[in-house]
Nanobody, 124 residues
Framework: QVHLVESGGGLLQAGGSLRLSCAAS????????MGWFRQAPGKEREFVAA????????YYEDSVKGRFTISRDNAKNTVDLQMNSLKPEDTAVYYC?????????????????WGQGTQVTVSS
């Protein structure tokens, strides 16, 4: 059982940067693949990024490649999402998620645990 709490969201102008953080409970954090998803008003939940258990592999949605970076610190039970060059279309609620399986990294239905989300709003 994992409890996830996101932080770091906010309101900013296009071109700015934010760093989202997700803190996880428990001492088995390193056994989970971690991911970030987002959901904009009127749209379905969308995969953003994922990171392997050791942090050695990362995966990104095409629209955020080169702008977003996912990282994790297994000693601190945290996973971060550094977001640079933000665009208005990045506006969404961002969710942290965890799963024990190493397959289907981009499929939200494969994740076992979810945080409550943090709002990111990017203005023009």
């Amino acid at each position: 059982q994992v409890h996830l709490v996101e932080s770091g969201g906010g309101l900013l102008q296009a071109g700015g940067s934010l760093r989202l953080s997700c803190a996880a409970s428990g001492r088995t954090f390193s056994t989970y693949v971690m991911g970030w998803f987002r959901q904009a008003p009127g749209k379905e939940r969308e995969f953003v990024a994922a990171i392997s258990r050791s942090g050695g592999s990362t995966y990104y949605e095409d629209s955020v490649k080169g702008r977003f970076t996912i990282s994790r610190d297994n000693a601190k039970n945290t996973v971060d999402l550094q977001m640079n060059s933000l665009k208005p279309e990045d506006t969404a609620v961002y969710y942290c998620a965890a799963k024990s399986s190493v397959v289907y990294y981009s499929a939200y239905e494969r994740y076992d645990y979810w945080g409550q989300g943090t709002q990111v709003t990017v203005s023009s």
